[in-house]
């Protein structure tokens, strides 16, 4: 499963740690994720307000599920 995280604090911090957790999950990215996040997730430069820019991601990288966090 391919997951995207929106947002960039510690609440994703902490969704994108357990969802990392789970054997069926095969990537997750973060839009816009935090410095600590990149250990667990590919974080990519998208303002969590920037719903256009966040359509376009969604777009180009299919995820399987989507998890809003702000």
Known sequence: MKILVIGGGGREHA?????????????IWCAPGNGGITEE??????????????VALAEKVKPDLTVVGP
């Open 15 to 27: 969704l994108v740690w357990k969802l990392g957790q789970s054997a069926g999950v095969q990537k």
């Open 41 to 54: 997730a590919e974080c990519v430069e998208v303002d969590a307000g920037n719903v256009a820019g966040l």
